[in-house]
């Protein structure tokens, strides 16, 4: 009933968008810092393309989970080239719901003995 | 970097619009950050990379321009339809066409490398080709260097006795070689081989694929079996595949064709009936191989001085056999189905730049609220892609339908199945002439109207379209009705040629005539007296029958059998070379009654009779053309000529008849009794053609004549069992076939010139409503203003008739060789054309004049 919840109807979220809103949770970012901060969360294993990130970023403004925001950093800090994405209210809704899903996941594997780190 | 940003433009523009600066900056830190392999590796991620999100990109937008151009067509259903429906007509008329131009023209014949399959001919003067004497087949096989194989073939009939009710089949004499030469091989059992072609060798026979299936009931354990054809046993020794047909696909069977040496038929070399087919070499070009053949031809020549007389050879392609006629009336129909696809797409672009204006203020609000000009452009062309398809698929279905309506028009002389099929070459041609369509007549109009200086649209009131739209417009209704001119006036032309053809007498009676083939065996009806008792007890019991007014026997029926001509030599006449085309008369065997069965007058004299025998003067009856040739405003009657071994007197003179066919001209003829044939004389003229004249319907007189034939001899099979009228129609069917396929399309280009003319009238008058509605209001009367909008029209119509003319006067040039005699130029036919131009745009204005006449001052006045 994508109407009576509009963020389960997204899910389960692609692995770059779910990234991505990780990345633009706490602070606005741009492209790149994007890259890097997935990049530095995952330990390098993750390293989005420009491809994937602009075609994930044009989608997610399309689905509302993300916006362009045109406050930007003190002019030493920028690059005009820039631009920055904000999470939306949306966005933080669907993001939560993708970790209870994941939880939820996580939960019955551990319950069919998949535990991790011990024995 | 610039490497980069040309590889970026794979990308939608849009896209990279939006993102290109970025994605270039997060590429120059990435290169400045990599050295050594790890740049080459950057590079091929790269490629990887770009080339799959741009194609997911791609695909995203597709997905949302389906979806959008969906809900815009069926938001105006009737647009819509119109143009699925411009487009089903013309893709179809043009996939249908091609089908049939494709199986017939293009595609290669069903043999190993084609290409290298040639026929043999003589050539004599008079005469572009003549079949081989036997005697010259074997010196031409011996002689010449240019051909891997050699092969002779004659077409022969057989009775078939033994599987059922007695049958006639088709059939065809070959030598040992032909089905090497074509690269052939039996799907079971096995081929001739050269013991088979000697004198004295075991019946040996090669059955077709449909024969098999038919009359053998698919029997698996067919090879080995015996037959009896024309009462001598034979032994099946294989079965050939199922799309072998040769050398037509009425041929059921083969068997091994035997020269006997000692035969005088064999030696001589102006008995001209085998057709030959030939293999080239690898690389030896047809040219070579023509030179070679006049070459042997000329030594023959001087071997043979009297036989061999001006006797040359020709070498032509077996693609090329195909008849002048059927190609180009192929290439008639080809030509009318593209002028058909052409009016549709000028009428598919005129909607589509109608739709374009009307739409101009929605795009202006696309682009005002961000999307690019190459969204919309893409957006349009989507839209019209979405059409093209629509409609293509639709044609594919029309084609489908219209193809075996078309298979008429396939050559019986080829060897290739009857039915063309809509198979996947079919399919893509469709296919491309779709996307071809919608894309070359949807990019013009969505670029013209995504204009960006057109996207002043969004200004109160402004006004869509400007005088060079209008124009262009114009052009393209005039294209149409040039081309819908073009085709009235060929398929008018058309239809007179074969009203010609129809209208002429084919010199005997054609209603009430049944006809059937009793072909007698042989050896069993070698003897003369044999034959003789046969036709007379059929003859006598037929006539007999209640209704029957008279019943004959001859050698072939006209129209069925167009050769049978014999060279004529007249005491006291310059001799010429027997062979020369002007000197030769068609000859046939014929009973009593004959004349009179068939309604051909007998001038003067007599006909043959039953006391005409052997032992009697030996007498013939000529027709008029043949009198006015040898003895012009002389007594004809008791003279003398040499045909066919025997000297023979002038007993009676008939009337001439079309024996070649309707449109064809004929050789005199020459009738001369059944009993004077000496035994195993002429076995091939033995009359086997049964006419009946009666006012009963044939299909009641069939069974009691089934019952005659039987009782007569029990083992006799009946066949070609047709009435005279369906042989005489039989003469212009193809013709009809051509003639209503041009005229559907004549028809269908009639109605879309129409609908332009209304189209684009309808806009105009909704574009100067206001213009209008100042004049009415201003005191115009109706009449003028259906006068100014009937005028514009009609200013269209002659714009287009004109160039019209021209074009068709030259189409009918093209096809004069199937014209029997009309002019190109017709004056009847163009006046009908043009008359019918003249009703298609008055009916075409009516209605957009009515609507303006119907304005309403005040309102249009207002609505500004």
Known sequence: MPDSNPAAALLPLPPATFHILLAVAAEDRHGYAIIQDVAARTNGELKLSPGTLYRSIQRMLEQGLIVETHERPAPELDDERRRYYRITPFGADVARAETRRLSQLVTMARDCGFAVGRA | ?864
């Open chain 2, 1 to 864: 970097m610039r490497l980069y940003g040309f590889l970026l433009r794979v990308y939608p523009a849009s896209f990279r619009a939006e993102y290109g600066d970025e994605m270039r900056a997060i590429w120059a830190r990435r290169r400045r950050d990599a050295s050594g392999v790890s740049v080459t590796l950057l590079w091929i991620a790269a490629l990887f990379e770009v080339l799959s999100n741009a194609a997911a990109i791609h695909w995203d937008i597709l997905r949302q321009d389906l979806r959008y151009a969906v809900r815009t067509l069926a938001s105006s259903p009737g647009f819509a339809l119109t143009a699925i429906l411009v487009l089903a007509l013309g893709v179809g008329a043009n996939t249908a066409a091609f089908s049939v131009t494709d199986f017939v023209l293009i595609r290669p014949l069903p043999f190993p490398d084609p290409g290298r399959l040639v026929n043999l001919w003589e050539k004599l003067p008079g005469y572009s080709r003549m079949e081989l004497s036997p005697a010259n087949y074997l010196d031409w096989r011996q002689m010449s260097q240019s051909f891997d194989a050699m092969g002779a073939y004659w077409n022969i009939a057989v009775n078939l006795v033994g599987q059922g009710d007695p049958e006639h089949l088709e059939a065809a004499g070959v030598t040992a070689d032909l089905f090497s030469a074509l690269g052939a091989q039996p799907m079971m059992g096995h081929g001739f081989t050269p013991a088979e072609d000697r004198e004295g060798a075991p019946g040996t026979v090669l059955l077709s694929y449909q024969l098999w299936q038919g009359l053998f009931g698919g029997d698996p354990e067919v090879v080995g079996k015996g037959v009896r054809l024309d009462d001598e046993p034979f032994e099946i020794i294989g079965v050939m595949p199922r799309d072998f047909h040769f050398p037509s696909r009425d041929t059921l069977l083969w068997m091994p064709m035997r020269f006997h040496e000692h035969d005088p038929d064999f030696k001589d070399r102006t008995n001209n009936y085998l057709s030959v087919v030939a293999r080239l070499k690898p690389g030896i070009p047809v040219a070579r191989a023509r030179a070679e053949m006049v070459t042997i031809a000329s030594r023959l020549e001087k071997q043979y001085p009297d036989e061999n007389k001006q006797t040359s050879a020709d070498v032509i392609p077996l693609r090329d056999e195909l008849s002048q006629q059927s190609r180009l009336l192929l290439l008639a129909l080809s030509g009318a189905a593209l002028c058909v696809l052409l009016i549709a797409c000028a009428n598919l672009a005129n909607l589509l730049m109608a739709r374009g204006l009307a739409r101009q203020k929605e795009l202006a609000v696309r682009a005002a609220i961000g999307a690019g000009r190459e969204r919309l452009v893409r957006q349009l062309i989507t839209e019209s892609l979405v059409l093209a398809l629509l409609g293509g698929a639709l044609g594919v279905l029309v084609a489908a339908a219209a193809v075996p309506l078309l298979a008429r028009l396939v050559p019986t002389s080829l060897p290739i199945a009857q039915t063309p099929s809509v198979d996947l070459r079919v399919l893509l041609f469709a296919a491309a002439a779709s996307i071809l369509t919608g894309l070359g007549f949807g990019v013009f109009p969505a670029l013209r109207a995504c204009r960006s200086s057109d996207f002043s649209a969004l200004r109160e009131g402004a006004r869509a379209g400007g005088g060079r739209k209008e124009r262009l417009r114009s052009a393209l209704v005039m294209a149409e009705v040039m081309a819908s001119m073009v085709l009235l006036v060929s398929a008018g032309l058309l239809i007179k040629a074969l009203w010609r053809i129809q209208g002429i007498d084919p010199g005997f009676r054609a209603s009430g005539v049944l006809t059937l083939k009793t072909a007698l065996p042989m050896p069993k009806y070698e003897k003369t007296a044999a034959r003789a008792e046969f036709y007379t007890r059929v003859i006598s019991a037929a006539t007999a029958l209640p209704g029957v007014s008279g019943a004959a026997y001859i050698s072939f029926l006209p129209m069925t059998m167009t050769g049978g001509v014999w060279a004529v030599n007249v005491a006291g006449q310059p001799e010429e070379a027997g062979r020369n085309g002007a000197h030769t008369a068609s000859l046939r065997y014929v009973t009593p009654g004959f004349f009179a069965t068939m309604g051909i007058p007998l001038d003067r004299g007599r006909d043959v009779s039953d006391s005409d025998t052997l032992d009697s003067t030996w007498v013939a009856v000529v027709s008029e053309s043949f009198v006015r040739r040898y003895w012009p405003h002389q007594d004809p009657l008791g003279r003398h000529f040499k045909m066919a071994f025997s000297d023979r007197t002038v007993v009676g003179i008939a009337a001439d008849i079309h024996v070649r066919g309707l449109d064809r001209a004929s050789e005199p003829q020459v009738y001369i009794p059944y009993r004077q044939a000496k035994d195993g004389w002429l076995i091939g003229y033995a009359p086997k053609d049964l006419v009946i004249h009666s006012s009963a319907a044939p299909s009641a007189l069939l069974p009691a004549v089934r019952q005659i034939v039987h009782s007569a001899d029990p083992e006799q099979p009946i066949s070609n069992v047709r009435t005279m009228a369906d042989i005489v129609d039989d003469q212009t069917a193809s013709r009809v076939a051509q003639v209503r396929v041009l005229g559907a399309f004549a028809v269908i280009a009639f109605l879309l010139a129409g609908i332009g003319i209304h189209g684009l009238l309808a806009f105009a008058v909704s574009r100067r409503t206001q213009e209008i509605g100042v004049r009415i209001a201003l005191g115009a009367r109706p009449g003028g203003i259906v006068g100014m909008i009937v005028r514009q029209g009609a200013w269209l119509a002659v714009a287009g008739t004109v160039p019209g003319m021209v074009l068709a006067y030259a189409a009918g040039r093209a096809i004069q060789g199937i014209l029997a005699g009309v002019e190109p130029g017709d004056g009847i036919t163009f006046a009908c054309a043009i008359g019918l131009c003249l009703v298609m745009t008055v009916l075409g204005s009516l209605l957009p004049a009515m609507r303006a006449v119907r304005i309403d001052p005040m309102q249009a006045i207002r609505s500004e």
